[in-house]
């Protein structure tokens, strides 16, 4: 193989190298100068010698590690351990030291506990985040474990504690936690909100980014403003800071809680690094932690309230859709049925009803002219065949009620076969009709129908003595009533609730609805819209 076919193939490994080294070199430049910045301004925040109460470069430290993937960690390593060299050349005050000291492995087992730590909760079933409850105390918890690894296990290598007696030594190492676990709960959750909100940028949140920071700027004014008029009430601002994180996680969610905890954190620093009060920065602290862990809590309270309301809106409309769909697939299947019964009542009209008719007159001309041996087998059948005329008549009317076609809805309840029925089971019938507007074919032959069901529910499975129909109408509903006084008491025991199934689907099948009371009687309650589509 010639050197020329391996010129392409090396010229690209060579360019994928170098911009794999320029990126490497970038990434520690970058964290090298924010480290060395946010160490430079924690130094102002000093209580005491070597001891900050608000030490920023833990959280850049853990937001370096837990938002850049493994591939970079090596160099985020080597980058600290030239930022320990250049502390230890320029800020050690303690030992006065004033030469530059690179060691690669210095504090090497420390640092391995650091990354495995990161490692494992990076790879957990709850990573840290800012956007959810489980990763919110993940990131609270990591912030505690490793400053309590680096302050407590590893202590020995930070040489200016072997100075420190017992006492003085237990009270520095709480002193350095809290600093730390304040510096990481103040930038860690603002880093970790950048890193995410990169990958979402649309016109949505760029509007609600813009909303955000008119909101945070007016609040700035107002705190500068009553800050330079009256420096006295900057306990009560101070006091009082938690009330605007908490209308910022309510109007943004995440995204204002943090932003605005950062906000207000920042200016507390600020202020503290103005007095330099020992006390006051201690104070600041604890405002500072309460102000970060609230903001991050209720902001993903917050968020995931959102999320889950989305997720839930977007579910009801499907269910509508749905719904919707169901709803004229019902109807559909009703129309469909009833022009078959229709058909089918047409058909045993015109064929087999008028040879039941033509059967009982051959009958009727047999009878007279039979002897008297044949006339007890000719009355045998023409009983045979009144009763077949009565049973198909049935039939006919159950499958298509002619009634409600010759005399229209209100006679065919209410002097048809309905009141015939109930009138031979005994049970007294009254119908009260409050009709204001016409009503549709449909709404007509589902009215009939539910009625119809009613009835032989009523007659069949109730012990009633009365049944009272109601229908009223208005501008915008139909409303049928039907009640009786049955106890029940006797029901069929392979009813199966189909006829009652029957009724509500009749109701879906015109967009309307339908209840069931079973209080003093039996009593079903149909709404139906006049318009439906």
């Avoid at 009503?439 to 009215?447: P, Q, R, V």
Wanted: a positive charge; charged letters at 15%; proline letters at 3%.
């Amino acid at each position: 193989m010639s050197l020329l076919s391996l010129s392409p193939s090396f010229s690209f490994f060579i360019t994928t190298a170098f911009k794999q080294v320029t990126k490497q070199l970038l990434v520690g430049l970058v964290y090298f100068v924010i480290f060395a910045a946010t160490f430079w301004l924690s130094k102002n925040l000093e209580t005491v010698p070597e001891s900050s109460a608000i030490f920023i470069p833990a959280g850049i430290k853990i937001a370096f590690f837990l938002l850049l993937p493994t591939k970079y960690w090596l160099t985020l390593w080597v980058t600290s351990r030239l930022l320990a060299a250049f502390v230890g050349a320029f800020n050690n005050e303690v030992l006065a030291l004033a030469q530059w000291d690179f060691n690669l492995f210095h504090g090497f087992w420390q640092e391995l506990c650091f990354v495995a730590l990161i490692y494992i909760l990076k790879n957990s079933r709850w990573p840290p985040s800012i956007n959810d409850s489980q990763g919110i105390l993940s990131l609270i918890l990591l912030a505690v474990a490793s400053t309590s690894i680096k302050w407590f296990v590893f202590a020995s290598a930070f040489e200016f504690t072997n100075i420190l007696v017992a006492t003085e030594l237990l009270q520095y190492q709480l002193n350095m936690c809290l600093g730390d676990i304040t510096g990481t709960l103040l930038v860690t959750p603002l880093m970790m909100l950048i890193f995410s909100v990169r990958h979402k940028l649309n016109k949505s949140l760029l509007l609600k980014m813009m909303h955000l920071g008119a909101a945070l700027l007016c609040l700035l004014l107002i705190v500068i403003f009553v800050y330079a008029l009256r420096p006295d009430t900057y306990p009560l601002l101070r006091l009082a800071s938690l009330l605007p994180i908490i209308w910022f996680s309510y109007r943004f969610g995440s995204l204002g809680a943090v932003t605005s905890a950062t906000l207000i954190n920042s200016l507390i620093i600020l202020e503290a690094s103005f007095t330099h009060a020992p006390e006051n920065t201690y104070i600041s602290q604890l405002f500072i932690l309460a102000n970060a862990i609230t903001s991050m809590v209720l902001g993903a309270a917050i968020t995931e309230l959102k999320r889950k309301n989305n997720e839930l809106y977007k579910t009801n409309l499907e269910l509508r859709k749905q719904l919707t769909k169901n709803t004229h697939l019902a109807a559909k299947m009703v129309s469909v049925q009833e022009n078959e019964r229709k058909h089918l009542s047409q058909e045993l009209h015109d064929e087999l009803g008028q040879n039941l008719t033509a059967l009982k007159t051959d009958l009727s001309i047999l009878s007279h002219m039979s002897n008297k041996d044949t006339q007890s087998f000719v009355k045998s059948l023409k009983t045979n065949a009144n009763t077949m005329y009565d049973s198909v008549y049935q039939l006919m009317h159950y499958l298509r009620p002619r009634e409600l076609d010759e005399l229209g809805l209100n006679k065919a309840i209410t002097a048809g076969r309905l009141k015939s029925l109930l009138h031979k089971a005994k049970i007294n019938f009254q119908a009260d009709f409050k009709i204001h507007k016409a009503l549709s074919k449909d709404h007509e032959i589902a009215i009939y129908r539910i009625c119809q069901e009613a009835v032989t529910n009523c007659v069949k499975h109730s012990n009633a003595s009365k049944m009272h129909i109601e229908l009223v109408t208005d501008n915008n509903f139909i409303t049928l009533t039907i009640s009786d006084n049955g106890s029940l008491a006797t029901p069929a025991n392979n009813s199966g609730n189909y006829g009652l199934a029957f009724i509500e689907e009749r109701a879906m099948a015109l967009g309307g609805t339908f209840e069931v009371c079973v209080k003093n009687g039996f009593t079903i309650k149909v709404k139906l819209p006049f318009y439906f589509d």
